[in-house]
């Protein structure tokens, strides 16, 4: 059952793989209206609310076969990391005092005598 407030899909047409909330719904004719989706241009005739006449953008209805409902997130539905495994970790290669330059033999000389 998809009611106002819900979050949703599109399915299939123009705006498929979008997803947006329903603002209203007409359930007689099987259609929502989603905000921010499927926007239309109508033209308006000059009348007292808007003497100036014009074109207005406004959302047009979509039929519920093209939509599917967003499952909600519960926090069991997530998830765990996996643990990190020491043999997983790259191993580094040892170094040798024989690639080293002789100030840092030193260094490392005196660090073990100490």
Known sequence: ??????????????????????????PKKKK??????NMIK?????NAKNPKGGIIKKE???HISNLKKEAP???SNLKKEAPIHISNLKKEAPIHISNLKKEE??????????
């Open 60 to 62: 047009a209805p979509i």
């Open 105 to 114: 033999k030193k260094k490392i000389d005196d660090s073990l005598s100490v």
């Open 42 to 46: 109508k033209h308006i005739k000059p």
């Open 32 to 37: 929502v209206i989603v905000f921010g989706i």
């Open 73 to 75: 997130i519960h926090i």
């Open 1 to 26: 059952m998809i009611k106002k407030g819900d979050k949703i899909s599109i399915l299939s047409g123009n705006y498929k793989g979008l997803k947006g909330v329903i603002s209203k719904v007409f």
